[in-house]
């Protein structure tokens, strides 16, 4: 059941009996398509550094305090939200609640704690350039949405994370962190009135109305190329995109099991036919994601240099098959059943369920859209995935990194 609660917080919470333990998940309405170009990274440093400390904790004491009551406590940026929460022991969901606002609400961001957390993102950063793999998908991202910040790493980069300054994770945080500007989902031992009056004993409404977010970028130009990078390495890495759809859009279920047929664990086709029958690739698969404005699909391999050419027609025409001949039944049977299989683990716990529900609200799709999704994937056929192919495997971007 979902509740806009007084103080404007959207509350989701389903009763579960089956373990002493209860989750509380946030979902904060902004992300790092929010950051502009020249604070790229922002939004990332400042969820990291929630949990590092508060007005009256340090990093070491909000650490213990969590430790002694078993609290799993994490926070995550992505591109349309920031998500931020924690699972415990039932007993203790009151005392992990204030716990939880104090972490986000109060958040310091000591300066020994932004250094060290910002030395550990350029860490990843010079890894993700150092990776052939990592490079091509940036890369791709580029050409597929640029200039809409759906091309920028969540991340940033070195020269925009390295020019952050305490106020901007300030502003930041002190824009996502009220109450109105979040969807909350509560799963576990606690009953919903007990979720209720913790929320809003302990999430506090600010002085003055948040801004409300502003979406100038709903509609993301079309965009396509090709890019081929030299790096010193000893493999080719290809990646192969489309743009897509939106979270909201019902090809979704189609697009997902196009996907998986194409590139979902070993039995999938690019797995046999590139792997397996013609010893193209050292790593291939295939993705698809949607956001809030737009989604993606990615086919990828890794080769040896000199069967770059041979292993990126491979990829395409695999891709292009779809467009033209329907997948059988046993095939699609397969690919619905490695979907589903593998959603329902990802929804064992409390704290997935209570993240899964956030998000889903979040986003627009609406109260337990867990099971219809698992359903309009059960009902895709052959024709479907046929269509979805032609709607979305049209004129592909490519990137390349490869031995210079």
């Not at 300030?170 to 979720?195: E, N």
């Not at 009056?197 to 600010?206: A, E, G, Q």
């Amino acid at each position: 059941m979902i509740e806009t609660l007084p103080n404007g917080t959207v509350l989701f919470h389903e009763r579960v009996n089956h373990a002493p333990v209860a989750a509380l998940y946030a979902v904060l309405d902004g992300g790092s398509r929010d950051d502009s170009p020249e604070q790229c990274g922002r939004t990332n440093l400042m969820a990291r550094l929630i949990g590092k400390g508060t007005r009256s904790k340090n990093s070491d004491q909000l650490a213990e305090a969590f430790e002694a009551l078993g609290i799993s406590f994490g926070a995550q940026a992505g591109q349309d939200f920031v998500s931020v929460g924690f699972q415990c022991i039932a007993d203790d969901f009151a005392r992990a609640v204030e716990l939880f606002s104090e972490s986000l609400f109060e958040a310091n961001f000591p300066w020994n704690e932004i250094d060290t957390e910002r030395g550990r993102v350029l860490a990843e950063i010079r890894a993700r350039e150092d990776r052939p793999s990592s490079l091509a998908m940036k890369n791709l991202r580029g050409l597929l949405y640029s200039p809409h910040a759906y091309s920028r790493a969540v991340e940033g980069e070195a020269d925009t994370v390295q020019k952050l300054t305490q106020v901007d994770l300030f502003d930041v945080q002190q824009s996502l962190a009220t109450p109105a500007r979040m969807v909350v989902g509560v799963v576990g031992a606690v009953s919903r009135d007990t979720a209720r009056d913790l929320i809003l004993k302990h999430f506090p409404v600010p002085q003055k109305p948040s801004a409300p977010r502003v979406l100038a970028d709903n509609v993301v130009p079309p965009r396509g190329g090709r890019t081929i990078v030299g790096r010193k390495v000893e493999q080719s890495f290809i990646a192969l995109g489309h743009r897509t759809m939106s979270t909201t859009d019902p090809d979704c279920a189609a697009l997902k099991v196009a996907t998986t047929v194409l590139g979902g664990g070993m039995s999938s086709r690019l797995f046999t036919e590139l792997r397996d029958k013609r010893g193209l690739a050292y790593a291939v698969g295939a993705t698809c994601s949607f956001n809030a404005l737009n989604g993606s699909f990615v086919a990828y391999i890794g080769t040896k240099p000199g069967s770059r050419q041979e292993a990126e027609e491979g990829l395409w025409t695999e891709v292009r098959a779809l467009r033209d001949s329907p997948v059988d039944q046993e095939e699609l049977q397969r690919a619905k059943n490695y979907i589903t299989g593998n959603f329902l683990r990802d929804l064992e716990t409390c704290r997935a369920r209570a993240a899964q529900e956030a998000g889903d609200i979040a986003l627009g799709l609406g109260e337990g859209y867990a099971q219809k999704w698992r359903d309009q994937i059960l009902a895709v056929t052959s024709r479907d995935v046929m269509r979805v192919a032609n709607r979305c495997f049209l004129d592909p971007c490519v990137s390349i990194v490869q031995p210079e």
